[in-house]
Each structure stands twice: as C-alpha cells, then as structure tokens.
T-cell receptor
Framework: DGGITQSPKYLFRKEGQNVTLSCEQN?????MYWYRQDPGQGLRLIYY???????QKGDIAEGYSVSREKKESFPLTVTSAQKNPTAFYLC?????????????FGEGSRLTVL | DAKTTQPTSMDCAEGRAANLPCNHS???????VYWYRQIHSQGPQYIIH???NNETNEMASLIITEDRKSSTLILPHATLRDTAVYYC????????????FGQGTELSVKP
C-alpha cells in the first residue's frame, strides 16, 4: 500500500547529540513537509521541500536540518542547537505545493531528550 | 499565526450529528479550508476540504458560508471512534502550500 513511513516511532537521546528522523513516501509526491507538535498544541512547520535537491525553512527551522536527495525521502536532523527538542515530529507529503490536494501524514516519531 | 478559531472542546451523543464550527474571517480568495482530525499520538487524518462550495464525502460534509468567513464540519452519525481533536485549517499558497494548524476542537463522543 502507498503511504508515508516514519522511523523510529520512539527515540531517546542525550543532550548534545544529533539525531536523524527518517521519512519515506511511495506516493510519488513532489512536496514533503516536517512538522513539530508539542503537548496540547497544533502542528508547526519546520521545513518543506517542493522538489528534489531544494528545501525551504518553515516557521521554526532553527536547530534543525534536512536534505532532499531523492524524491521519496526527506530526513530531518535534530541538532544539538535545538534548545527544546523533546516533541512529536510528523512528516507529510502532497502531490503539489499549492493550495489544493490533501497532505498525507505519517504516524509520527516521538523524540525524548534525557 | 493560526488563521482559524475553533471551540476548545465539544461533546456529542453517539449516533447524533456532530457539528464543529470554525471561524476564518481573514481567509484570502485562493485559500482552501481543510479539516483534519488527530487521535492521540497518531498522525493527522485528512477529512475534507473546500474553497467556496459545500462539499460531501464518505466521512463528512463541509458547509462554507457565502462570505467564506466561517465553516462547519458535519459528522452525520458520530460514533465513539470519532472521538479526536479536529483541526480546521487554512492552506496558504506560500511556504509550499503549508497547513497552518490552530489548537483544534477536542470532540468527545459519548454513549
């Protein structure tokens, strides 16, 4: 079945360590997105990519980095510069980057910094 | 900044229609209204979206006012599995067509 796969589902890291979250989609979608969700809050956009080898900062990009070397993959690295990394991270994709067409979300990765 | 306003929580009796309101008074002409729902610790699930006209699919109906300043999501026969946080979202054209999430409405369907 087509969809978005995020891994790992749960991740623990020590302060000062970088960690990379994986996001893979087999929907042949051009656009991919990373969102962050804190308890009781809505989602906030970290980074997005509308085409391979190109990506843009979202609203809260500080302390994060991404790459888009392949159409189906959009990994997110949470660096040690991110001051409060403990959160629920969600990856999404859509056919295009305009205003039509739904975004499909993965099941999320929950990162806890110890 | 979220472009939508929703009630924080609502209750609905099982089998009855759930009507979830949303205000989006600053929506622009080319911006769509999307509805997603999220069950705890899962990814948001798409429900429906629309621009001007009312829309219906197998999950729900979306009623948009003529001035586009507000909308209502209708779940015609709510079940216990419909208990979730429902997000009314405006999809903006810039930033890759991102979805701007607000706080959402926590819907509790009760037996």
């Amino acid at each position: 079945d087509g969809g978005i796969t995020q891994s790992p589902k749960y991740l623990f890291r020590k302060e000062g360590q970088n960690v990379t979250l994986s996001c893979e989609q087999n929907l042949n979608h051009d656009a991919m997105y990373w969102y962050r969700q804190d308890p009781g809050q809505g989602l906030r956009l970290i980074y997005y990519s509308q085409i391979v080898n190109d990506f843009q900062k979202g609203d809260i990009a500080e302390g994060y980095s991404v790459s888009r070397e392949k159409k189906e993959s959009f990994p997110l690295t949470v660096t040690s510069a991110q001051k409060n990394p403990t959160a629920f991270y969600l990856c999404a994709s859509s056919m295009g980057g305009g205003t039509t067409g739904e975004l499909f979300f993965g099941e999320g990765s929950r990162l806890t910094v110890l | 900044d979220a472009k939508t306003t929703q009630p924080t929580s609502m209750d609905c009796a099982e089998g009855r229609a759930a009507n979830l309101p949303c205000n989006h008074s600053t929506i622009s002409g080319n911006e769509y209204v999307y509805w997603y729902r999220q069950i705890h610790s899962q990814g948001p699930q798409y429900i429906i979206h629309g621009l001007k006209n009312n829309e219906t699919n197998e999950m729900a109906s979306l009623i948009i006012t003529e001035d586009r300043k507000s909308s209502t999501l209708i779940l015609p026969h709510a079940t216990l599995r419909d208990t979730a946080v429902y997000y009314c979202i405006v999809r903006v054209y810039n930033q890759g067509g991102k979805l701007i999430f607000g706080q959402g409405t926590e819907l509790s369907v009760k037996p």
